[in-house]
């Protein structure tokens, strides 16, 4: 999952795709390098960002949807918490809503989801409350309340997948202890989807400027994907497409890998 953030104050690459001719310029290399997604974002989710409204959200991310979608060569995912920038966005050509509020800020946002058939992303979130002291149980009790939001709009369960939100509201030895302890949320029943890239945590790892973060994303996602995770949302494509497959190549292999090993 290519990550096209059309926002002019976005942590990693802020004002870089606001123009439309750009946004397609990219997601058409993304592809290229080997993106089979293209996640597009109209408000910043950086710690910190000033909210917008949701007009001003739209009115980034709906030309960009539509051209997209004229193309036809991209599975297309939106990223907001709105359920009528989600509508709007699927109306447009979108696939999947990726929702890094988890269905808990708009619930309606299931019921859209629900409604068109779209896939959808629920990432978990520690913002604005209070976090249980285990990293794994406050994800657990998280994920089955967006889990039963979305039960009850009848989203269909194999167009789920779930996020661990690396990064929201969690400082870097929580996002390590989240990484080596990801297997046991494979006890909720649901891929996973993982959003490290160039992340801060990364940085204070190396030292590393934000541009300056994709081998070690790679790294996390090999780490990741050998604990069963299906999906990386990167900037960086290329390395974490090699990395992947080298990870790929060991599970596949008849050495027996486990992340134990």
């Not at 795709?17 to 750009?22: A, L, R, S």
């Not at 089979?36 to 001003?56: C, F, K, L, N, Y």
């Not at 969690?170 to 989807?193: C, I, Q």
């Not at 994709?214 to 494509?237: C, E, L, N, P, Q």
């Amino acid at each position: 999952m290519g990550v096209l953030n059309v926002t002019p104050d976005s942590f990693s690459d802020g004002g870089a795709f606001v123009d439309t001719n750009q946004a397609l310029i990219r997601a058409k290399e993304m592809q290229s390098q080997g993106a089979h997604i293209i996640d597009i974002g109209g408000e910043s989710t950086r710690p910190g960002a000033e909210p917008v409204d949701g007009e001003t959200e739209r009115r980034r991310v709906l030309p960009i949807i539509e051209k997209l979608a004229e193309v036809g060569e991209f599975a297309i995912s939106i990223d907001t918490y709105r359920a009528e920038t989600a509508r709007q966005a699927i109306k447009a050509g979108a696939h999947i809503v990726n929702d890094v509020w988890g269905c808990q800020r708009e619930p309606d946002i299931a019921n859209i989801a629900a409604e068109t058939k779209a896939g959808l992303a629920i990432m978990h979130t520690g913002r604005d409350r209070e976090l249980l002291p285990d990293i794994i149980e406050d994800q657990i009790t998280f994920l089955k309340r967006s889990l039963k939001i979305v039960a009850e709009a009848k989203v269909e369960p194999d167009h789920i997948i779930l996020d661990p939100g690396f990064g929201f509201a969690k400082d870097a030895d929580m996002n390590l202890e989240l990484l080596h302890r990801l297997k046991e949320l494979h006890t909720l029943n649901h891929n996973f989807l993982i959003g490290t890239s160039r992340k801060r945590f990364l940085g204070a790892i190396t030292g590393r400027e934000t541009q300056d973060r994709g081998v070690a994303t790679a790294a996390t996602s090999v780490v990741a994907r050998m604990k069963g995770a299906a999906i990386f949302r990167v900037h960086d494509i290329e390395e974490n497409r090699d990395a992947l497959a080298v990870a790929d190549a060991l599970i596949a292999s008849s050495f027996g890998w486990t992340d134990n090993e």
